[in-house]
């Protein structure tokens, strides 16, 4: 019978009792003994220390060496980026997001919203799906989707040609807008010259111009009329057959003397604001402004010396109507001579 027996996980020599003699049995029990103070838990060291046997109250040193074979990392989520003067180079996750800690302290967040974040002039969000935006010149492309234009949220935009230095055009919404609404536009070009006109939802359409025009019905429509004092005067007055939205334009001309005589004195004529206006049979218009047509020092040239001045606008009848063109000039010297200028078109129902 064998005096010792072989321990499975440090190959101990332990005595058996009664069969191991001395001295083999002190010598055995040193051996044993000298096996326990060196045993370091690697393969024939003892047995390999398990999980619940581990206890870290400390930070675990790997001296310069790699962590293998890990299925994951998983962290305790920080309440706020870390800040420590010992927290450089290091990775950890902050709220719900990754973050990485470079040797200087800089905390620079790896995640954001569900997806990478980008670098600084890079668009944060990006990758997601298949989302992208591209440059290829001169075009930058933004896609929700592959081939699916993606929805952009901006302020004021600013628009120019594509070209060094081009001049802009500014699109800002009102200062006084005080709720969101939506402007659509048309499906497709119109087939003719229209106007575009908007319904109470943002929908635009095209109107098309109508066909039948209006002109107007009384005196002065070639010829003009003779001035003898400053006093609000008719040039015009044109009738509406029907209900209708109708483009107006109505326009005043001032000349002095006529086609084969010099003026004999300054034409000096101003506009009173004051008094220009369109009327019709149920009520009045807002006030026309033909001040750009004012005259000054015209002593030269033969006669037919003129000054003119229109306006363009919509209006709605909601019935038949007679609309007068009203105006009232005030000049020095010999008085001028005028004449009006009216016309609508239907341009819808």
């Known amino acids: 019978m064998a005096n010792i027996t072989v321990s499975p996980n440090m190959n101990?020599?332990?005595?058996?009792?009664?069969?191991?003699?001395?001295?083999?049995?002190a010598n055995n029990i040193v051996a044993c003994l000298n096996a326990i103070d060196s045993h370091n838990h690697s393969p024939n060291q003892g047995v390999q220390i398990q999980p619940d046997g581990i206890s870290i109250t400390a930070d675990l040193p790997?001296?310069?060496?790699?962590?293998?074979?890990?299925?994951?990392?998983?962290?305790?989520?920080?309440?706020?980026?870390?800040?420590?003067?010992?927290?450089?180079?290091?990775?950890?996750?902050?709220?719900?997001?990754?973050?990485?800690?470079?040797?200087?302290?800089?905390?620079?967040?790896i995640t954001q919203s569900g997806s990478v974040t980008g670098?600084?002039?890079?668009?944060?969000?990006?990758?997601?799906?298949?989302?992208?935006?591209?440059?290829?010149?001169?075009?930058?492309?933004?896609?929700?989707a592959t081939n699916t234009p993606a929805v952009i949220s901006a302020g004021?935009?600013?628009?120019g040609r594509n070209a060094a230095g081009s001049n802009v055009i500014n699109f800002s919404p009102s200062s006084s807008q005080v709720v969101d609404y939506n402007f659509v536009y048309p499906p497709a070009l119109p087939s003719s010259n229209s106007f575009l006109s908007i319904n109470n939802v943002g929908n635009a359409s095209f109107v098309a111009l109508?066909?039948?025009?209006?002109?107007?019905?009384?005196?002065?429509?070639?010829?003009?009329?003779?001035?003898?004092?400053?006093?609000?005067?008719?040039?015009?007055?044109?009738?509406?057959?029907?209900?209708?939205?109708?483009?107006?334009?109505?326009?005043?001309?001032?000349?002095?003397?006529?086609?084969?005589t010099n003026p004999s004195t300054d034409l000096d004529f101003t506009v009173s604001s004051a008094n220009n206006n369109i009327t019709g049979l149920i009520g009045g218009f807002a006030?026309?402004?033909?001040?750009?047509?004012?005259?000054?020092?015209?002593?030269?040239?033969?006669?037919?010396?003129?000054?003119?001045?229109?306006?363009?606008?919509?209006?709605?009848?909601?019935?038949?109507?007679?609309?007068?063109?009203n105006c009232q000039i005030t000049f020095?010297?010999?008085?001028?001579?005028?004449?009006?200028?009216?016309?609508?078109a239907l341009i819808g129902a």
């Open 12 to 25: 101990l020599p332990i005595p058996v009792p009664g069969q191991d003699p001395g001295p083999d049995w």
């Open 62 to 109: 790997y001296n310069d060496n790699n962590a293998t074979a890990l299925r994951s990392v998983r962290f305790n989520a920080q309440t706020a980026p870390l800040a420590g003067a010992s927290d450089i180079g290091c990775l950890y996750e902050s709220g719900v997001d990754l973050y990485y800690n470079d040797g200087n302290g800089n905390q620079v967040r």
């Open 119 to 144: 670098a600084t002039g890079t668009i944060t969000g990006l990758p997601s799906g298949t989302a992208s935006a591209s440059f290829s010149n001169p075009t930058f492309t933004f896609e929700s």
């Open 156 to 159: 004021p935009y600013t628009m």
């Open 210 to 260: 109508g066909s039948t025009v209006f002109g107007p019905a009384n005196k002065n429509t070639n010829g003009f009329l003779s001035l003898t004092s400053a006093t609000p005067f008719n040039l015009q007055f044109l009738d509406i057959p029907a209900a209708g939205i109708y483009l107006i334009t109505a326009q005043v001309q001032l000349k002095m003397g006529d086609n084969s």
């Open 287 to 325: 006030c026309i402004d033909f001040n750009s047509i004012e005259g000054q020092n015209a002593t030269s040239g033969l006669g037919n010396y003129t000054r003119s001045g229109s306006l363009m606008f919509t209006y709605q009848a909601i019935a038949a109507i007679r609309l007068y063109l």
């Open 332 to 344: 020095t010297g010999t008085a001028p001579k005028a004449r009006g200028g009216f016309q609508a």
